[in-house]
């Protein structure tokens, strides 16, 4: 009992620890490509202290209000059914059907906040965000039939369990990893589909009428949501790992190929970002689950 409690603590803590540093690589990576200084690593963490350590929000209602703690809740509860080294809290029989819907609470969480302000920012970004998981949601599912049908189990401590001594599912599903990781790349909202918050057309989107506490709680959320993309997709297809710091590789490389392609490629339009994930991600792990099906 007190070491689940520990864990239900220390597993929000640590994936924010995670999350936060990678968002500060980020954007050191970032401005050293475009040949700046950029600003310092910890500047996400201050950025968050700053915003709580504010005394008053602007409030356009009670679903606005808990629009951002919805989201947040929606994270940490998909914290806890994501397995790492040593330490597994919810993790069960079908706990990655379970997964696929808890995900979707807090896009419908924000969804409602941002609604709630009734800017049209908002209310754009909002139909944008939806739309696009409308659009790599398809892909996604079918890779996720193609992983339990090759390891017959809906268990995602099994399936890394199953990669054990270097048999990733990468090697063994190689298509299905590859849409794996654009589908993970779409959901983390970096370019080109970074079409839900675009600064220069809608102002942030949903964010546009946050400040304050509230916004503070969804920088703290997008630091979750980073370590949960992550963190699923080495699961998934990199075999977890034997310790947290293997763990921590594994993720900060799959993040790198992420930031590189971020500062390279220019944004969608929504209608072009849905189209490319129902034309050849979703060709794609219909052949790797063909594959699966014909190959046992």
């Not at 941002?114 to 599912?141: H, K, W």
């Not at 080109?192 to 918050?197: A, G, L, Q, S």
């Amino acid at each position: 009992m007190v070491k689940n409690i520990l864990i239900a603590i220390g597993l929000p803590l640590l994936a924010f620890g995670i999350g936060i540093s990678f968002m500060g690589f980020k954007r050191k990576i970032g401005a050293r490509i475009q040949r700046r200084y950029g600003p310092p690593f910890h500047q996400p963490l201050l950025d968050i202290i700053k915003l709580l350590s504010k005394k008053s929000d602007i409030s356009h209602g009670i679903i606005y209000d808990l629009g951002p703690m919805i989201a947040l809740g929606a994270s940490i509860l998909t914290i806890f059914f994501i397995p790492i080294p040593g330490l597994k809290l919810l993790t069960g029989s079908a706990d990655v059907i379970a997964l696929l819907y808890i995900m979707v609470i807090g896009s419908l969480g924000m969804g409602l906040g941002a609604g709630e302000s009734a800017n049209p920012n908002s209310s754009i970004g909002i139909a944008r965000a939806l739309t696009l998981m409308f659009g790599y949601d398809l892909p996604f599912v079918i890779v996720i039939i193609s992983v339990l049908l090759k390891y017959h189990t809906t268990n995602l401590y099994a399936i890394t369990q199953a990669q054990a001594g270097g048999h990733w599912a990468m090697w063994v599903l190689p298509l299905s990893a590859i849409v794996g990781f654009i589908v993970i790349y779409g959901a983390m909202g970096e370019h080109p589909f970074d079409v839900v918050t675009a600064p220069h057309e809608v102002a942030t989107g949903p964010m546009a009428e946050y400040g304050g506490k509230h916004l503070g709680l969804l920088f703290i959320d997008h630091a979750f949501h980073v370590y949960i993309e992550l963190a699923l997709f080495v699961d998934l297809f990199m075999g977890g790992a034997s310790n947290i710091g293997w763990f921590y590789v594994k993720m900060f490389v799959l993040f790198l190929i992420i930031v590189f392609f971020d500062e390279v490629l220019p944004r969608f339009r929504i209608d072009d970002a849905v189209r490319f994930y129902w034309r050849w991600p979703t060709i794609i792990a219909l052949t790797s689950l063909i594959i699966v099906l014909i190959g046992g």
